[in-house]
């Protein structure tokens, strides 16, 4: 009942712990959201995220709505007060932070495809580098907070 | 020998496990760090942060260096190819992820400082707080990266 | 212009980095999601992580849209999979995880609210401790997965 | 004296940084637990997880004498708080928080057994999404716990 | 129905989100795991952690167990492959990176007791700075492994 | 303009997110540390991490320099108080906890190289399964430190 990975047909490469569902099949809800996707990112697939997310569709919305509202404050009329490269840059430090596989990957190409080139992605990562060891030195020393943000 | 916080005179707070080298005991490397610390960041007094490093010299140095030639680029006379408030917003992106208090208190004040506004803030946590739960989420589903950066 | 404890008016308590929205003072978008808050949570005043988040209220809404969607389905009239108790454990079995001060006792204020007694308890965190460390472990040795969900 | 992966042969992939004991080499304690997994567990191999804490077989001892007590608690007689659903939910949430992906794996693939369909599954990591998110939210804004729970 | 920290009597200071099992009332197993625990660890009282775990005994007598198997080698008649300073390194590593301030204050406090002074302390905690801050270059970058561990 | 896995040359496997820097093609400082780090290290070859770091010169020259002179101290003419094989046991015990593949990897491979044997490598990923749990329980109960070391 188990599924060891000799076991399982390998013609099909895994995309992930459940089967994404395709945009050919998608109906209704989901087949809204994946045109709303496309049509807000400017891209001609649906990547394998919104795919996956897809098998709860409510689910999928929750994400939708929220990451478009944060990150594509222009489609819905909101404005922002960030611009689309810092945007990404904190997705990137904070993938980074996480060793996300899939949005380290995600948030490096989107950061390219606004332009950045690799020494400046290199600064960036350079500075994630510093922070995640001062963080440590701070927790590994328990630093008492002396350096504070006023209130008004 | 143990020390239990109930036996610990607790007249003078304690600010870390090892007790800070004052400013005014500072010799050698030590002080002459405690100097460039100050003139760099134009600040008045030496942060905890630093007065706890200094407990061991090569390490402050070490530390000093580096934060030094990534924060304060001009100080050194290296070209930046990111902005002082991209740069702590970085800082505070990945301060805020690994929960560290002293890190989140003082990059905050370092963007207040540079005229941050409390709703600026609040977006800029807002994209920390989202991709701290996509990234859960592509962990939690085991996707496979399908959107890649150009390698050239 | 940088706040060290020393030099602050520490009459006010500090409850966050910044100052969160007083209730008296809250109008418009903000007060009605404190009130709705109040309502949804049947509690009788609006907590800090409110407060806090309210400093933007965009954000304000964003979050407690989500949260309520998820959290208190019956109140936005979806069909849950889980129920309350369920929930509030993955919610502490995160916060254990990630060590978030404010969100571990909340949560497990939560549960103790819906009846959970301090054995019980234990044993949610005894299960947290121990993934904790196989999760390490399974890192810490890079071993590859061969226990696989089906994709059906 | 370095391994790069050019010069690795390649004809057995690698599992893990350690060769795993095999269940046909295993002899004393180790054979005996590996008999016994697969007994309380009802699988047919011992799998790469076990085989890899063989390579220390005290190890091996801790790990499973523990894992065995709080996830399969009828084998040892000791009386469960939890369901077996709630359990491997929560061994789900914390795996997916720390991004491991051998657990993330296992555990899909028990609750899987136990009977959840996809769109459960998704709210479970919904949920997880969620709080990784809120988590980062309370840290980055450092707010002080004001929900508490009763000590009584 | 909530404990707002306002409503809380404060007379008593908070140790933890249960009340601790005090020595004094402690019987059974409980009793008998608090005097091994100051017995093996030469100590005069029991910390806080063991006194908060032994609000579930089961729990309490499954971390002390291993704890005790783990650092305490000679007390079970295990022979040990680290030494005890090795050991607590390791611990203030872990503790340190996770940044968990019972655990650095306990495990810093074991060290200073094995003799280690406030430079090595230091260096400890440089070589884990440095650690996470490749750790998170690597993981930032998505870098392949290229030096691997030899598999006899 | 994204490049989704189906529409990537995979002849030449990706290595990370940049093309890393060819060891034929380095010059300048890139060529120099390059050489440095395989005299330093006694390797025939650079690894990944390196080649990729050096897509942004500088970044490479920090993390090296900081780099070789914590973990290669005899090379910089620096007394160290820890002795390599401890050095790379908290290598290691960072990398686990952080779930960083590449530095688990090459720090299992540097401590291998150093002469641990497999049983040796298993107590330390034991002590740092350990503290993995421990540190969620304390953070999980938000347990107050009570064993706090000296502060002379």
């Known amino acids: ?24 099949s998608a109906t ?16 001609a697939f649906v990547p394998n995220m919104w795919r996956v997310l897809a098998t709860n569709p409510d689910h999928l919305e929750l994400v939708w709505t929220r990451l478009k509202a944060l990150m ?8 922002a007060r960030l611009d689309p490269r810092t945007r990404e840059i904190i997705a990137l430090a904070v993938s980074a932070t996480n060793g996300c596989a899939y949005c380290v990957n ?23 580098g510093l922070f995640n060891s ?7 020393y328990q630093i008492e ?5 006023p209130l008004e």
């Open 1 to 24: 009942m188990y599924y060891p990975i000799q076991g399982t047909n390998m013609t099909t490469p895994r995309v992930a712990t459940v089967a994404p569902v395709p945009e050919e």
């Open 28 to 43: 209704g809800k989901v087949a809204e959201i994946y045109a709303d996707i496309k049509r807000t990112k400017g891209i």
């Open 72 to 79: 594509h404050p222009e489609a819905v009329g909101r404005p």
């Open 106 to 128: 995600s948030h490096t190409a989107a950061l390219r495809k606004l332009g950045m080139d690799v020494e400046t992605l290199g600064e960036v990562l350079a500075i994630v």
């Open 134 to 140: 001062t963080n440590a030195l701070a927790d590994g």
């Open 145 to 149: 907070p002396d350096v504070l943000p």
